[in-house]
């Protein structure tokens, strides 16, 4: 049977907060459970691509995931720029 759960993970990146280190263990403990758990973990990445941007600027370090955070060997790496609803 086919495991169709995931455990995302969006926007841990270096620019999106100073206060990341006051989730980033339970983000951690979360990460290994899905991998306990053989689920899929998908990462998401926001890339801004608005012109004159000075955060989230792809290729930059502060578009980079945190240092502290766990990425599982088998992952999906997502990136995304703009939302439209």
Not at 18 to 44: F, M, P, Q, S
Not at 47 to 68: I, Q
């Amino acid at each position: 049977m086919m495991n169709n759960k995931a455990l995302a993970v969006i926007d841990i990146q270096n620019d999106i907060t100073k206060h990341y280190r006051d989730i980033i263990g339970n983000i951690n403990a979360a990460i290994e459970w899905a991998v306990a758990e053989c689920l899929h973990i998908v990462y998401i990445k926001h890339n801004n691509t608005t012109a004159g941007t000075r955060t989230f600027k792809p290729g930059s370090k502060g578009e980079e995931l945190v240092p502290e955070l766990k990425v599982a060997r088998k992952c999906w790496p997502i990136t995304k720029a703009k939302a439209v609803i």
